[in-house]
């Protein structure tokens, strides 16, 4: 079903992230927030922060 998939297209993006494939979690955050937002459900809202936070490396990441 839609929500399944979402939940692991989420969580594939998360693994992908942890193992320094930025542009593939990325990838699947941006297809798991289309799949929660087609549903209307609330699980869209992380994963589209996700998707706002600065990538990991992008200066705009770093702390003082």
Same mark, same amino acid.
């Given at each position: 079903d839609r929500y399944s998939? =979402?939940? =692991?297209l989420d969580h594939l993006g998360d693994a992908q992230q942890g193992r320094g494939d930025v542009a593939a979690a990325r990838a699947s955050w941006r297809d798991a927030l289309a799949g929660f937002v087609a549903l209307g459900h609330p699980d869209a809202e992380p994963v589209r922060a996700k998707l706002l936070a600065p990538a990991p490396g992008d200066p705009a990441a770093r702390t003082a």
């Amino acid at each position: 079903d839609r929500y399944s998939q =979402a939940c =692991a297209l989420d969580h594939l993006g998360d693994a992908q992230q942890g193992r320094g494939d930025v542009a593939a979690a990325r990838a699947s955050w941006r297809d798991a927030l289309a799949g929660f937002v087609a549903l209307g459900h609330p699980d869209a809202e992380p994963v589209r922060a996700k998707l706002l936070a600065p990538a990991p490396g992008d200066p705009a990441a770093r702390t003082a």
